[in-house]
């Protein structure tokens, strides 16, 4: 092996090591993102199912709050009319912070860098399953977003990713 054999690969090994966390921090924000949308679009879509099955209106809201920490979060929340799992209290309470749930699970925290656009804060599943609104939502973090949509006529719920 040459001098300049050694060299190039050098060269090579520190550019890729000056890459990775670029490329690292891409895929960390793509993740994301989806994730989090996911997690946005199954809890409409568990919402509806519930509403469904046990013939009850749910009700899912996402709100900012600001956790123990100090970081303001988007938090989703399900609540089940009438209280079909808990005694009905408020989970945000009036101090707007996450509390115990009146549904199933804790509220759900998405990431803080990931943050929620909507045309509405809630959205209710009748025991039909027909929503009370048609809901335009985005999550979004920099430049990536996926939508997430509901048809207030037929429950459907879709998402919808922009470049």
């Not at 520190?14 to 490329?23: D, E, I, N, T």
């Not at 920490?69 to 101090?95: H, K, L, N, Q, W």
């Not at 009748?126 to 048609?134: H, L």
């Amino acid at each position: 092996m040459t001098l300049v054999e050694a060299l190039l690969v050098l060269m090579v090994l520190s550019a890729s090591m000056l890459a990775a966390p670029r490329v690292g921090q891409l895929f960390s924000q793509r993740t994301t993102v989806r994730q989090d949308s996911d997690v946005v679009l199954r809890s409409l879509r568990l919402a509806r199912e519930t509403a469904l099955a046990r013939r009850c209106s749910v009700t899912v809201r996402w709100k900012s709050v600001r956790n123990e920490d100090g970081e303001t979060r988007t938090v989703v929340d399900m609540v089940a009319t009438p209280g079909i799992y808990s005694d009905g209290a408020d989970a945000f309470g009036p101090a707007a912070l996450p509390g115990a749930s009146t549904w199933m699970t804790d509220p759900i925290e998405l990431h803080p860098d990931v943050s929620v656009r909507a045309n509405a804060s809630s959205i209710v599943f009748d025991p039909t399953g027909i929503a009370n609104r048609d809901l335009e939502l985005k999550v979004y973090r920099d430049s990536e977003s996926i939508d997430v949509y509901v048809q207030a006529a037929s429950g459907n719920i879709y998402q919808n990713a922009s470049p």
